[in-house]
């Protein structure tokens, strides 16, 4: 089953519950984007707006922390209800130890790579982790081209899982939209994570139609 996760950085934020009301019967989830201006060059919103969007949605919510210091957020993600925390591998010398940390609490633990980060760096962690995280844009905005060699990672990732009969999740992020959805998923991805493939979207009640099976 594939999975809609929808990027609410691409949703119109002056209207942010009407947003998720109207895309809410066509995702499974709802994608946070946390940036800190550090890790990436550009800033959003993180805890006030998260606790907003619990208020809107009982959607699982999966925060995807582009900053600089994982560790100083995990806990409060915790504590405000996200089911899902993912982590860029390139942020933190202490990657196992952050899982853990996630893991205990029964939320989700996904690891991430920017698109110029080799795959092999995650490979210690995939027994470990719920799922990865295919950055298919450089991390820092919606709306960006897809690159196209992250179908490569995308593959090689669900070659290894069957290979080494591992069940971690296989999720794409950045740039999927009509033309390429189909590709995505014809290489392995399970969760397609989507902004303006949703929020823009004309066409969105017949893609998840499609694809959401
Ligand atoms: C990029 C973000 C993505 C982005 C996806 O830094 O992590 O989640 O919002 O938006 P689209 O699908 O428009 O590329
Ligand atoms: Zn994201």
Same mark, same amino acid.
């Given at each position: 089953?594939?999975?809609?996760?929808?990027?609410?950085?691409a949703?119109?934020?002056?209207?942010l519950?009407?947003?998720i009301?109207r895309v809410?019967?066509?995702?499974d989830?709802?994608h946070?984007?946390?940036?800190?201006?550090?890790?990436?060059?550009n800033?959003?919103?993180?805890?006030?707006?998260?606790e907003?969007v619990k208020?809107?949605t009982?959607?699982p919510?999966?925060?995807?922390l &582009?900053?600089? !210091? +994982?560790? =100083?957020?995990v806990? %409060?993600? #915790?504590?405000?209800?996200v089911?899902? @925390?993912t982590?860029?591998?390139?942020?933190?010398y202490?990657?196992?130890?952050?899982?853990?940390?996630?893991?205990e609490?029964?939320?989700e633990?996904f690891?991430?790579?920017n698109?110029?980060?080799?795959?092999?760096i995650?490979?210690?962690?995939?027994?470990?982790?719920?799922?990865?995280?295919? &950055?298919?844009v !450089? +991390?820092? =905005?919606?709306?960006? %081209?897809? #690159?196209?060699?992250?179908?490569?990672? @995308?593959?090689?990732?669900?070659?290894?899982?069957?290979?080494?009969?591992m069940d971690?999740?296989?999720?794409?992020?950045?740039?999927?939209?009509?033309?390429n959805?189909?590709?995505?998923?014809?290489?392995?991805?399970?969760?397609?994570?989507?902004?303006?493939?949703?929020?823009?979207?004309?066409?969105l009640?017949?893609?998840?139609?499609?694809?959401?099976?």
């Amino acid at each position: 089953m594939i999975k809609f996760s929808a990027s609410i950085l691409a949703a119109d934020l002056s209207d942010l519950k009407t947003e998720i009301k109207r895309v809410e019967p066509f995702i499974d989830e709802i994608h946070f984007d946390i940036m800190d201006g550090h890790f990436v060059p550009n800033l959003t919103f993180a805890y006030p707006i998260l606790e907003a969007v619990k208020k809107c949605t009982k959607l699982p919510i999966d925060a995807h922390l &582009m900053v600089t !210091n +994982p560790e =100083f957020h995990v806990e %409060k993600l #915790i504590k405000l209800g996200v089911d899902r @925390i993912t982590i860029h591998i390139e942020t933190t010398y202490h990657i196992n130890k952050l899982i853990s940390q996630i893991k205990e609490t029964n939320t989700e633990a996904f690891v991430t790579l920017n698109p110029g980060t080799p795959l092999n760096i995650i490979e210690e962690v995939l027994s470990d982790v719920d799922g990865i995280l295919v &950055m298919s844009v !450089n +991390p820092g =905005f919606s709306g960006q %081209k897809f #690159i196209a060699k992250s179908l490569e990672k @995308i593959k090689k990732l669900k070659e290894w899982k069957s290979n080494y009969g591992m069940d971690y999740l296989i999720a794409v992020d950045g740039g999927i939209n009509n033309d390429n959805i189909q590709t995505v998923v014809n290489a392995g991805a399970d969760i397609l994570i989507m902004g303006y493939g949703i929020f823009k979207n004309d066409n969105l009640e017949n893609l998840s139609r499609t694809f959401r099976i």
